[in-house]
Nanobody, 121 residues
Framework: QVQLVESGGGLVQAGGSLRLSCIAV??????????MGWYRQVPGQQRELVAE???????NYADSVKGRFTISSVSARNTVSLQMNSLKPEDSAIYYC?????????????WGQGTQVTVSS
């Protein structure tokens, strides 16, 4: 019922910046987007939280990105962006946009297709 469309990502040198954006397209109007965020995954490793923000709430960041990454969300437009500064080679991963959406009685996690971020040393 919700499609996540990601943009951004790519190849950057260490110390550089990238911006990821994501829009949640609701197929059913009655579904509400309650939270949006970003996870990342390196092949062979578990997917990990990067940053997330709920409607009306404060952002939550992984310790490894605090002070370097900034998440912003426009609830009215169902969009979320991730500004990544001072990138490090260890930030290289596939980044996934995620959204928690549903009705008053059910909530579902939705995922984007992923976008590659590569940071060269």
């Amino acid at each position: 019922q919700v499609q996540l469309v990601e943009s951004g990502g790519g190849l950057v040198q260490a110390g550089g910046s990238l911006r990821l954006s994501c829009i949640a397209v609701r197929r059913i109007f009655s579904i509400n987007i309650n939270a949006m965020g970003w996870y990342r995954q390196v092949p062979g490793q578990q997917r990990e939280l990067v940053a997330e923000v709920s409607r009306g709430g404060e952002p939550n960041y992984a310790d490894s990105v605090k002070g370097r990454f900034t998440i912003s969300s426009v609830s009215a437009r169902n969009t979320v962006s991730l500004q990544m500064n001072s990138l490090k080679p260890e930030d290289s991963a596939i980044y996934y946009c995620t959204a928690k959406a549903g009705t008053a009685t059910t909530m579902t996690d939705y995922w984007g297709q992923g976008t590659q971020v590569t940071v060269s040393s």
